[in-house]
């Protein structure tokens, strides 16, 4: 049970989050001018790596407020909120 | 009854007599004992059988990390599979020996279970002397101390041994110290409680025994979860086998655990023993049993120069073991200069393991120890101490010095200023030099001599077939030798290849023997191998207890609509749909499902029903930019939608997936009401946070769930207009005046209402929305005017399913298009961007071959296919794979049809209307025509009455 680092809230169970994935995959400025690969890409492809991620939390049994936070997948250590 | 295997009666426990039955013999033991002592008291030996050999199996050990003494509980309660060196002894229990595996109970367990959260600046997992140490040393800091320990006293193994700490036995210091902590008010001593899982975060779960079956009023276990700011680890040690030929055999016993029943229980587990070991803290359990009363034949230690001396029996250095004689149970020894000693008992000892359980758990790394020839933590992931025997300090004094400066330095990592130390205790072992592992320093309780090698696991042998690695697993050297000779070299495969490890001791015993058998069969270095990944739970934990109270009625929240009540006293059964009860029909006297359902059909399609649709999701939306917001999120164009109009609308996925469907009413310029279907209410919303928090927050939009705060109750069928303008007076109700997909406020029945004019049927039909109290006062003036027929979801699914109307996540799967549903009319062309659009351009939103959802007729107009069928191509079947052109996603009997029907997902549907297709069932394939997936009405002609 992860204590997740809510900026909000303050750390709180895994249990009361939901995982969002990695972060920093924005939406397409214009979606229309990507090839089906690229537009494959951002919908489908995303990193996996052993180590540092940053990735999307939304404390959704709290203040309901998505956040970005750094986190070593090996280790489960919050590098940064 | 005294038996002439009970020395005396322990101090402490009231020696109160308890009766008991195994496997059908009746006998009496004290309370204190386990199941365990209590059977070696009454000079039972052989205690059950192994589970592939059949061998029979005694008593090994005396704690968590036995593995032959398996035991099913028949009475009071039946519980399967427990090792009888933890069963606290009650009166009454009857228990048998197990082969394998144990039998559950075929009738409820009345106990209850119950879950406690926790938290604390600094958990303690053991309260042996070093775990003693550190409580008190944390506690004196002001930290609050939660001390957990598994047994049911306090003191680890000092009850086990004859030391003392202070000058008194060491297992009094112990309860003294366990009493004063208790007695502090930030600190909680935990007793008869196994910290089980270590997981992220120092986040812990531990599971506390409270008693006898059956206690009034009291959980029976609870579990703990405890969140700790810094742990300390003083988890002790496991004494290791040698394999040797029969090892196996009732009478043979860790030499600890031989001493634990002379010290700790009062009780002699044979008459005459044979000590085989590989370093020194044999000799204490042979001093302390030749005391006790049990003979010590010989000691036969591998070792050419033993550190220990001990005159009380003869000494056989640099020999081993070689086997045992006897028919079942150990009668002789036999030592490999060739002598048969006459012994019933026969003490191992190879040494020490480390607990290093929890700490692996902990994502902790180990080394390998020559010292002690086992595996030690070398560095920590988490906000742990690791104090004592868990980190290879074996002696007492160490154990005890060790512990007081884990729980200080714990105490500080927690924000707290550790107090000046405690006089350090003074141990009976006190002058040992015993710091560390890596340290090498004799002592009087394990450590062994620097001047040897200590690692001593395998008795050479020609025939490896019975030298035991795994006792409960049946697993021998023989076995692991035939996995390496395979090619395997990891010890993770070798366990999953011979099942080493699996058994639920979990391999306390085994594992690192493992490790060294496989090092030594492959030839390389038992440090470079290291041992198999720990993983909780640390010893058995039942689901009863892990589910604690949330089971049955508290196992999901139930939803329930205002109308509830009126539904249950009308009959109706219930569906579950998401977390809500809603009513799925409404049987009259002698209908089955069937009859019922065609007759509610009947009522819609020709006169009137109403079907409480309170659980659809409603969300609001508003703001400046509610307009722009939704154009984003729907498919087709919301900001066009007039103040007092309704729209049909369709959410996508970014991939064009549909993800949901429902309406969207205007209130005003800047206020929605969006209804959503009411298994995705929840998500629906969270969809709309996530895109307006990570991608849009410059839109000024506010989204409020307001689901509960409305009854709904859709009016369906030909007769509803006269229905509601006869509760509602008010406006006018022709077809001209409120057109399809408008809405009024209104009063109906005298209650305030808003009316929207949507049919989920293809009847005309109104959904009328009231204040959620409200809802039984407007649904029983609806039903008195007698010409109303209530309703279910079932017959809601019919009609809507004759109509051709997807239902999401039935007839929807997250692989369908708008344009696979036949809904192209849906998705706008206009529309700048929205979620989805790009992805119905790629080439495969646009194959040919994808599924469309259609209709089916089957050519018997009295079968109904099953749903979830599949579709093939012609009547008889090739060779598999037979590829499938599909599935069936609904499938009904229809009133209005006359005809049972179905929807369906077949590629490249559309172009195969007409066509005839096949449903594999089992025997003859099934043949059906495809039609459209509108099956009734397809005009349209009934929507407005």
Redesign the interface.
Known sequence: ???IPCPWCGPR??AEF?Y?GQAHV???ED??A?S?EE??R???FRDNPKGRFAE?W?H?AGC???FNVVRDTA???WVSA | MTSHHRRHRRPGFGGEPLRFRFDGQDYEGLRGDTLASALLANGVRTVATSAALGRPRGIYASWTEEPNAIVQIEHPFPEPMLQATTVELYDGLVATGLTGRGRLSDRPDPARHDAVHAHCDVLVVGAGPAGLAAARAAAGSGARVILADDRPIAGGSLPDTAETVDGVPGAAWASAVAADLAGRPDVRVLSRTSVFGY?????LVAVERRGEWGGQGRARERVW?I?AGRVVLATGAHERPIAFADNDRPGVMLAGAARAYANRYGVLPGRRAVVFTAGDSAYAAARDLASAGVEIAAIVDVRQAPGARWDGAEILSGHVVTGVGGDGAVSSVSVSDGREIQADLLLVSGGWNPVVHLFGQA?GELRYDEGIGSFVPRSA?QALEVAGAARGVFSLSGCLEDGAAAGARAAEAAGFRAPPRHPAPRASDDGASDNGASDNGASDNGAPDADEPVAFWLVPSGDYRSHFVDLQRDVTVADVVRATGAGLRSVEHVKRYTTAGTAHDQGKLSGVLTSAIVAHAIGADIAQLGTTTFRAPYMPVSFATLAGRDRGALHDPVRVTSLHDWHVAHGALFENVGQWKRPWYYPRPGEDMEAAVLRECRAVRQSVGAMDASTLGKIDVQGPDAAEFLDRLYTNMMSTLKVGAIRYGVMCR??GMVFDDGTVIRLADDRFLVTTTTGNAAAVL?WM??WL???WPSLRVYCTSVTEHWATVALAGPGSRDVLAGLAPGPAVDAASFPFMTWRDAEVAGIAARVCRISFSGELAYEINVNAWDGLALWEALHATGAVTPYGTETMHVLRAEKGYPIVGQDTDGTVTPADLGMDWVVSKKKA?FIG???F???DTARPDRRHLVGLLPADPDFLLPEGAHLVESSTLPEPPVPTLGHVTSSYRSAALGRTFALALVSGGRERVGERLYVPLGGEPVPVTVTHHVLYDPEGARRDG
Do not use: C, I, V
Not at chain 2, 199 to 203: G, S, T
């Open positions: 049970m992860l204590l169970d895994e939901r969002g924005a939406y397409p979606p229309a990507l089906d537009w494959a951002y919908l489908f999307r939304n959704t309901r407020r998505w280790t489960n250590e | 997981y992220d975060d120092n986040y979860r969140r994502g992931r970014a991939d969270d946070e996530e928090q990570t991608e961007g659009k790009r992805s351009a790629r080439s």
